[in-house]
């Protein structure tokens, strides 16, 4: 089976020590993951998470600076690259259309002081995240996370 590459452009959206999640439920199982999604040919990455965000949440952001980038090489039919973006929050688009995302069940702002214990996944973003908020250095690349892998939550 011949695999390709996909790039996905994630938002990192942070307010008053939280930052916004897209709340996901299969069963009994609840977890996060950043708002984002797939860049489409000839579009910027920057134009890619807005439009993500846009599409999934209903909300208007500004991408600033690429903070992170990680990696998904197996559990899925193709071999992710996940390029975060640190976002500023605009404001809600009224009357706005969402394509929500299978298992898809809301949003949440999570606090960030505790987000080593949260479920958001890929969890090596959990420490990540912390540092750079508090002013702490942190890691740009952060490799590959896959199924099976242990949490990161120190």
């Not at 708002?35 to 489409?40: K, L, N, S, Y």
Request: net charge negative; aromatic share 10%.
């Amino acid at each position: 089976m011949e695999r390709y590459i996909r790039n996905s452009a994630k938002a990192l959206i942070i307010r008053d020590g939280k930052m916004l999640a897209i709340k996901s439920r299969d069963g009994q199982d609840e977890w996060y993951l950043l708002p984002g999604g797939g860049q489409e040919v000839e579009e910027l990455l920057p134009d890619a998470v807005c439009r993500e965000v846009a599409e999934e949440m209903g909300i208007r952001v500004a991408a600033k600076e690429l903070v992170f980038v990680i990696e998904g090489m197996h559990g899925e039919p193709f071999h992710r690259v996940d390029l975060v973006f640190l976002c500023e929050y605009i404001g809600e688009i009224e009357n706005a259309t969402l394509q929500s995302d299978y298992n898809q069940v809301g949003f949440e702002w999570l606090d960030i002081s505790t987000l080593n214990r949260a479920p958001l996944y890929p969890s090596k973003l959990r420490r990540q995240i912390m540092n750079l908020y508090e002013g702490k250095s942190y890691q740009v690349y952060l490799g590959n996370e896959e199924v099976g892998d242990p949490e990161i939550t120190d």
